[in-house]
Nanobody, 119 residues
Framework: QVQLVESGGGLAQAGGSLRLSCAASGGTFSRYAVGWFRQVPGKERELVANIMRTGVITYYGESVKGRFTISRDNAKNMVYLQMDRLKPEDTAVYLC????????????WGLGTQVTVSS
C-alpha cells in the first residue's frame, strides 16, 4: 500500500511560482507512473501532468504546457511540480496519484494541497 502526501501549496500572486512536492511511502515508488491532478469545486478533476517511471517521458495538459514542469527523484520517493507564471485560473486543490492502469486510472491518491493564485 502506497501513501502519498502533497505539500508546497499556498497563496501566490499571478506571475509567481510555487513548487509542489509529493512524498511517497509504503511501496516501490520507482515502479509507478505518477500524475498531478487539480480539482476545483463543481468541475471535473483535471490531469495537469504525469511522469513515467524513469522520468524520461512526461505529459502536460494544454492549460499548463510551458509553465509547469514535473520531475521525480526515485531515490527520495519524491515527485515535484514546479509551477511558474501562475494564473488565477490555476487556483485549485492539487493532488498527486501513483500507479496508473491501462485505462488511465490511478490506484493511489494523496489528499491534496490547496493552491490559490491572486490577481
Amino acid at each position: 500500500q502506497v501513501q502519498l502526501v502533497e505539500s508546497g501549496g499556498g497563496l501566490a500572486q499571478a506571475g509567481g511560482s510555487l513548487r509542489l512536492s509529493c512524498a511517497a511511502s509504503g511501496g516501490t515508488f520507482s515502479r509507478y507512473a505518477v500524475g498531478w491532478f487539480r480539482q476545483v469545486p463543481g468541475k471535473e478533476r483535471e490531469l495537469v501532468a504525469n511522469i513515467m517511471r524513469t522520468g524520461v517521458i512526461t505529459y502536460y495538459g494544454e492549460s499548463v504546457k510551458g509553465r509547469f514542469t514535473i520531475s521525480r527523484d526515485n531515490a527520495k520517493n519524491m515527485v515535484y511540480l514546479q509551477m511558474d507564471r501562475l494564473k488565477p485560473e490555476d487556483t485549485a486543490v492539487y493532488l498527486c496519484a501513483a500507479d496508473r492502469d491501462s485505462l488511465g486510472g490511478y490506484r493511489y491518491w494523496g489528499l491534496g494541497t490547496q493552491v490559490t493564485v491572486s490577481s
